[in-house]
Nanobody, 121 residues
Framework: QVQLVESGGGLVQAGGSLRLSCVVSGRTVDNYHVGWFRQAPGKEREFAASISWRGIYTYYADSMKGRFTISRDNAKNTVYLQMNSLKPEDTAVYYC??????????????WGQGTPVTVSS
């Protein structure tokens, strides 16, 4: 069974930075496309960023372009989300998710438990 464990969340002031990590176990991370999602209190879960299995392609939600950077180190089975210029609106629980690179669908099949991020004004 594939497991994903997020870490790196915490409390930060507006304008600050955090680096989230997602470690994939059970299978090597190079088998998967990996995405980051977030869910703010009272809101639906939304897409934040994703990266293809070799790291060639990356995608970002419009509100995160220029502030967030997704990367991966397949040798460490880890995907990162570097978050800069954080805003109070970024406060949410952040989840990483994975889908098999051979999948014919766009659905993410494996999810972590999430790591909370709180940005104070």
């Amino acid at each position: 069974q594939v497991q994903l464990v997020e870490s790196g969340g915490g409390l930060v002031q507006a304008g600050g930075s955090l680096r989230l990590s997602c470690v994939v176990s059970g299978r090597t991370v190079d088998n998967y496309h990996v995405g980051w999602f977030r869910q703010a209190p009272g809101k639906e879960r939304e897409f934040a960023a994703s990266i293809s299995w070799r790291g060639i392609y990356t995608y970002y939600a419009d509100s995160m372009k220029g502030r967030f950077t997704i990367s991966r180190d397949n040798a460490k089975n880890t995907v990162y989300l570097q978050m800069n210029s954080l805003k109070p609106e970024d406060t949410a629980v952040y989840y990483c998710a994975a889908r098999d690179r051979t999948s014919t669908t766009s659905e993410y099949d494996y999810w972590g438990q999430g790591t909370p991020v709180t940005v104070s004004s």
